[in-house]
């Protein structure tokens, strides 16, 4: 068996999983009991102090109800003691805003599903951001950040280039339930931004994704991650010159290893000159906060990444 079948025989053997799992998870996330129909299906509001996530505090990701998608994370949670969770920031394109038919407030819906989650409120000068989000208990599910490791969601790591670029669109893809910037491939332990600038330590800046294999899969952020930066320029990527900017796979495993080479290799097929690595994953070191969902914090947009359909 070449190379070729065994990656297609991969390929649809995890597909025919997947389906399997979609279907189970449809039933899961559809399956609202009464309360939770009136308030995300009908609009209806629980009633204050009363939801489970109100004062919670545990790190992780707060997920639609109905859907599954990924629309909050903890760290944008903010104690408001207005009886609903409250958060000054969304997950990029998770939230619809519309007008209320009360023609007063403006109702805040899950972009994925239509789900009601509460309403969105601005100028009472409760964070920085000055916005809160008074969501609905009942219309979310929490991902705990252990859990996001577990095995229940998979994780990918991928360099291209300025962390920022690649994390920002990563984030927006469907299925994508966490990204974080971070450092890897080196030989410096716990390595601080400035030690990784100098070119010396070996890292990479990289992204850790974490996503739903029910609703994405590898081989499509891996496809995504490289129509999102050049994967043919080597030692840097775009103005950014230097080891810490290059492109590079981390596998987590050996099915991650078969689809990364086989992508590269239909790339190379259609005449790109793949400068590309493929290397096995070793440890990560999430960046300094300051880089997490840069552009979003500084309402930017990327200088040197760019989709380019390459597949
Ligand atoms: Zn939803």
Not at 10 to 24: G, L
Not at 101 to 118: F, M, Q, S, V, Y
Not at 133 to 140: A, D, G, K, R
Not at 250 to 265: S, T
Request: proline letters at 4%; one cysteine or more.
């Amino acid at each position: 068996m070449n190379t070729k079948i065994v990656v297609v025989t991969f390929i649809i053997y995890f597909a025919a999983m997947s389906e399997n799992s979609f279907s189970q998870e449809i039933l899961k996330f559809y399956d609202l009991n009464k309360a939770e129909s009136s308030v995300i299906n009908n609009k209806g509001t629980e009633t204050p102090f009363t939801g489970k996530y109100t004062n919670y505090k545990d790190k992780g990701t707060y997920i639609c109800k109905k859907c599954g998608a990924a629309l909050y994370y903890s760290s944008d949670k903010f104690e408001s003691d207005c009886g609903w969770p409250s958060f000054d920031n969304e997950i990029k394109g998770a939230v619809k805003r519309i007008p209320d038919p009360d023609g007063l407030r403006t109702e805040i819906e899950c972009a994925n599903c239509g789900a009601h989650l509460g309403h969105v409120f601005t100028g009472e000068r409760l964070t920085a951001k000055n916005v809160r989000h008074c969501v609905n208990s009942i219309s979310l599910e929490f991902v705990p950040a252990a859990l996001l490791e577990s095995g229940r969601y998979g994780t990918a790591i991928f360099a291209g280039g300025c962390f920022w670029g690649v994390e920002y669109f990563l984030q927006k893809a469907p299925g994508v339930i966490s990204v974080t910037s971070g450092y890897t491939g080196g030989t410096v332990k716990n390595p601080t931004y400035q030690q990784v600038c100098t070119g010396n330590t070996g890292h990479a800046e990289a992204v850790k994704v974490v996503y739903d294999p029910q609703k994405t899969s590898y081989d499509k952020l891996l496809k995504l991650f490289l129509e999102i930066h050049d994967p043919t320029q080597s030692g840097g990527q775009g103005p950014d010159i230097g080891d810490q900017y290059r492109s590079e796979i981390f596998y987590m495993n050996d099915d991650q290893k078969y689809i990364a080479e086989n992508d590269l290799n239909i790339l190379k097929s259609k005449g790109f000159k793949i400068a590309t690595l493929v290397t096995k994953a070793s440890e990560f070191y999430p960046a300094e906060a300051y880089h997490q969902d840069y552009y979003f914090k500084n309402g930017k947009t990327p200088y040197c990444h760019a989709y380019i359909k390459r597949f």
